[in-house]
């Protein structure tokens, strides 16, 4: 047993090395385990492996838990009353406290002066101009533009709008489920958020002279009573922005959020319905989705004339929807899962085999609205030059390539494009997905301007697990394809894997790298 010295009370810095090193020596881990909300409970009670809280305390520490987690329970009598008996092993609880010990006086925890503000902070300040304008920032980035037919954004100031939806004029829209206000605030009704999260009819109003507001229905009620008066609204304007979505909640309080699920993908509630009649008003619609799924719209993409989707996009969400309506910034998000097309599309995911997708053998077409990856901005991009850096057709197994592309901005604002690369492996000894992403580069360009983008891709990417149940890399015909989508390719560069199946461990490369570099004149003009 190791044994350390304390000054003035507090381990000094030679202790918390020395301790640290115990627990990475002895236990080969450094830091510690917690389980989720109940989770050692769920042993019992769920999941049905243990007889009583003892019991799941004593697997829960077998399995390497430290700590339980969001309060004292099976780790609390139970596991007492187990050491006492035999029934738990104390070597066991003896093996978590030095985790739990070591880390926390590994990161100071435990030190005379530990405080938990920064040093000589008085309050903690939880909502700062600086963190609005990054959650601003971050909300501008993450939205996507699916549609715009006919280039119907960005709106002109003077464009009359009826702002119409169960979200339009609600601040919780921008928030999930475990943000403070819904998670805390849920359980408080009547009480002030505590913070301002305005709503896209506000922000709207801001930017534009002539801004109407009907709410229409509520998010998952049955009530239509309020539909044709947002057909009305619809009609008296030029644009209609219709707000659709989510309510956030926790365990069946929402449509969207844990423990709220859903039998298919329609939007919830009559929504579907206020929709459908806004695109039999004859006015131009553009669809705001804020929500926590992608929901699928049916034959909407095709009538509305643009289609905005936001997954809770935070507190300054809303001036960012503004902002893109109105043209502030051109819109770069992509998407990160597929819209369906059908409320009961599967699969529901881009990763799939190739029977996943549209064939002879099934009359279902899952194929989605918009892929995996889609999104569109207002300004537009020229790609040229893709090759493979030493222009090589070969991979080694344990090799890496590199992909490059020139990326000129050839519209008239400032925007960013962003480069995705799929690996397909069409032959293997097990089905594989048709195509993976292994690698993106999102790029900000003025107008004119023209970078170099290159991504390198280690064969560690190519793996997968061969017909023994082990991780290989199999040697054979390969492509990178350089794509705006899933289903967007814009180049396929072809490589054969050589050499001798390989197999790989938990040590392997997990990501490509990016380097983006500004382009020679040479490369520019002919871009252009």
Known sequence: MHSYTEIDGVPSAADKALLTGILRDRLGFEGTVVADYFGIRFLERLHRVAEDGTAAAGLALGAGVDVELPTVDTFGLPLLEGVEN?????????????????????????????APLPSGAESLELDSAEGRDLTEQIARESLVLLSNIGGVLPLASGTRIAVVGPLAHDPMAMLGCYSFPVHVGGKHPGKEIGIDIPTVFEELQAGFSTVTYVQGCTVDGPGRDGIDDSV???????????????????????????????????????????LAALLDSGTPVVVVLLAGRPYALGDAPSRAAAVVQGFFPGQRGARAVADLIGGKFSPSGRLPVSIPRNPGSQPGTYLTVPLGAKSGVSDLDPTPAFAFGHGIGYSSFEWSGVRELHDRSHWDVDGEVTIEVTVTNTGGMRAADVVELYLHDPVAQVTRPVQRL?????????????????????????????????????????????????????????LQLVGSIRPVGADRALASTTTVTASSLPELEAAL
């Open 86 to 114: 035999g029934r738990i092993d104390v070597d066991l609880v003896d093996r978590a406290a030095l985790r739990v010990l070591t880390q926390k006086i590994s990161i100071g925890l435990l030190d005379e002066d530990w």
């Open 438 to 494: 292994v690698g993106f580069a999102r790029v900000e360009l003025d107008p004119k301007e023209s970078v170099r983008v290159a991504m390198t891709v280690p064969a560690d990417l190519t793996a997968f697990t061969g017909l023994d149940g082990g991780l290989i890399i199999e040697p054979g015909a390969v492509e990178l394809r350089v794509a705006r989508s899933s289903d967007d390719v814009h180049t396929a560069v072809g």
């Open 232 to 274: 009305a609204a619809a009609r008296d304007a030029d644009v209609c922005v219709v707000v659709l979505g989510d309510r956030a909640g926790l365990f069946g309080r929402g449509t969207s959020g844990e423990g709220c699920d859903a039998g298919d993908l329609g939007l919830p509630g009559v929504q579907a319905d206020l």
